[in-house]
């Protein structure tokens, strides 16, 4: 008998925990973005280059939540890691350019401290080229960067900015 009154709000439970997902959403913002890259820059320099790579292309927390993760570029442009695709390690980006040309590996490796990049990218989970906001922080010789995209369309990109942070020191 008690089994009976107990089955329904298990029920209802279990039901909550499985739409829970779509109702946080299925991105990361960009706040959420330049928490993670702060997070990730952190662990550069704490865990070493071999060790915190390892870590960003490791599947799972802290550094994949949803459509966020990790990217490293060297001051040349060449990706050091990736965490959706680390296969691109060693490739060189420096003048890969987005949609509508602009050169914005450049920019991010221009990055004097920290702050945002704003680009168009195709967007692995839409397929659609939308604005991604990539927030960058330097470390050394390396930057690491993590994007969120915006649900725009292409023609409502927000317009080119690199908008570096000068008031915190990441080194």
Known sequence: MMLKYLSAPLVGIFCLLLVAPTLAGERG???????MALHAANALRS?????????????GPPFHDRD????????DGIVQAHGSEPEMAGENRLDYKD?????????????PDQGWVN?????PLTGKVLPKQTY???????VVCVGAYSEESESEAPP???QPSRSLKSR
């Not at 913002?29 to 928490?35: F, I, Q, V, Y």
């Not at 865990?47 to 599947?59: D, K, V």
């Not at 949609?99 to 990055?111: D, L, P, T, Y």
Request: proline share 5%.
């Open 160 to 162: 080119p900015a690199r």
């Open 99 to 111: 949609s509508k040309g602009r050169a914005f590996v450049r920019e991010i490796v221009a990055m």
């Open 68 to 75: 966020l993760y990790i990217f490293v570029l060297n001051r």
């Open 119 to 123: 680009y168009l990218y195709n967007d």
């Open 47 to 59: 865990l070493g280059t071999y060790a915190a790579f390892e870590a960003f292309q490791s599947p």
């Open 29 to 35: 913002g960009p706040e959420e973005a330049k928490a």
């Open 136 to 142: 960058v922080v330097r470390v050394g010789d390396y």
